[in-house]
T-cell receptor, first 115, second 114 residues
């Protein structure tokens, strides 16, 4: 079974530029999550999708971050314009069920460096 | 508010030693779930275990064991006879039965030296 796929693995941009990350979850997984992991910290949820609908985006900085999952499968996370503090690893995860108490499967992450 | 504390930032052990990673949590809910994840250098978080708040039985899986104590709000993880491949960052996480997202601790970096 293929795991969660993410791209690109690494991205370096200058502040005020834009960037987009892509995630393809495990086939059949209805729930998709984007997490932000700043160096030395645990992952923090940015947004949760159930199929193509948003379940929780309370911690997403909506002035600069956006995410979509149009067909209920793969998803894109965009940052525009980027700030220095956005430097982090962006992790995508998926799960079969809708409850947050279930097991999450994570991708390898996309490491963003903002200069 | 929910909180997970992993007081040990980094631990270094020699191969074959036993090591315990501590996790202390805070929650007001009576129903909640605790998790441990492993993050190897590749970056992918790997699920290790999930335990609900009503099940205080300790669990053993090979060289891994978990000690859940509600009285002290702790969910500690022990690796017996550690191996170099165990080197990774380990995260403890908490989820209640409501709508709050999975809350992670800051992680403990384990280095096992041959």
């Amino acid at each position: 079974e293929a795991g969660v796929a993410q791209s690109p693995r690494y991205k370096i941009i200058e502040k005020r530029q834009s960037v987009a990350f892509w995630c393809n979850p495990i086939s059949g997984h209805a729930t998709l999550y984007w997490y932000q992991q700043i160096l030395g910290q645990g992952p923090k949820l940015l947004i949760q999708f159930q199929n193509n609908g948003v379940v929780d985006d309370s911690q997403l900085p909506k002035d600069r971050f956006s995410a979509e999952r149009l067909k209920g499968v793969d998803s894109t996370l965009k940052i525009q314009p980027a700030k220095l503090e956005d430097s982090a690893v962006y992790l995508c995860a998926s799960s079969q069920g809708t409850r947050r108490t279930g097991e999450l499967f994570f991708g390898e992450g996309s490491r963003l460096t903002v200069l | 508010a929910q909180k997970v504390t992993q007081a040990q930032t980094e631990i270094s052990v020699v191969e074959k030693e036993d090591v315990t990673l501590d996790c202390v949590y805070e929650t007001r809910d009576t129903t909640y779930y605790l998790f441990w994840y492993k993050q190897p250098p590749s970056g992918e978080l790997v699920f290790l275990i999930r335990r609900n708040s009503f099940d205080e039985q300790n669990e053993i899986s090979g060289r891994y064991s978990w000690n859940f104590q509600k009285s002290t709000s702790s969910f500690n993880f022990t690796i017996t006879a550690s191996q170099v491949v165990d080197s990774a960052v380990y995260f403890c996480a908490l989820s209640d039965s409501g709508n709050t997202p999975l809350v992670f601790g800051k992680g403990t970096r384990l280095s096992v030296i041959a």
